[in-house]
């Protein structure tokens, strides 16, 4: 009988995960109901919680809703959630941003996030693209305080704007990170 050792066992297992994680194609599956019931009570809780962002929604042309976002980090971290893409209030699309993060870290946390796209281009170019990474033509918006949020004074400049809220968690440190989001069928 061959041994075998636990650093084998725990390759061969989370190789086998990665394999039988891409099975489910999610036909016929609820995953599209239950992200949409989740879109829907994170965008009630985002009007009413911060009600300046009924104006940013309605000056945008489409909104990326990840109702929650699941990080961890140690050194190395990651992240992922599941939205939708929503234009004129209707669900177009799903995504799962999956997220990854280097440097001097240590926690987890959990929030949620809407991407506001404010120009027809922005949201053409997202939904046109195989994957896509937030970068530099994104402006984020971190409050956890109602009066401090401006659509404003961000809409002007950014063909994007991406709010971050209803952190719940520690994540502490100073990271490299990106987060790419990518379309699925849930």
């Not at 099975?23 to 016929?28: E, F, Y």
């Not at 993060?101 to 693209?129: E, P, Y």
Request: hydrophobic share 40%; glycine share 14%.
């Amino acid at each position: 009988m061959t041994k075998m050792s636990r650093r084998t066992f725990t390759l061969t297992a989370l190789a086998g995960a990665g394999l039988t994680a891409g099975c489910g194609n999610g036909i016929g599956s609820p995953g599209s109901a239950v992200i949409d019931n989740r879109v829907d009570a994170t965008m009630n809780y985002l009007y009413a919680t911060y009600p300046n962002t009924r104006d940013l929604a309605s000056k945008s042309v489409g909104q990326l809703v990840m109702p929650l976002i699941t990080e961890a980090g140690f050194g190395f971290g990651g992240g992922y959630g599941r939205g939708a893409l929503r234009v004129s209030g209707t669900t177009v699309d799903y995504y799962s941003a999956a997220k990854g993060s280097f440097g001097l870290q240590i926690g987890a946390q959990q929030f949620a996030h809407v991407l506001f796209f404010m120009t027809d281009d922005a949201l053409q170019r997202f939904r046109r693209s195989s994957g896509w990474a937030a970068g530099a033509d994104v402006e984020y918006v971190i409050s956890d305080r109602a009066d401090n949020l401006r659509a404003e004074t961000t809409t002007s400049t950014a063909p994007v704007v991406a709010l971050i809220f209803g952190q719940a968690g520690l994540m502490v440190g100073a990271t490299l990170e990106g987060v790419k989001y990518t379309r699925i069928i849930p």
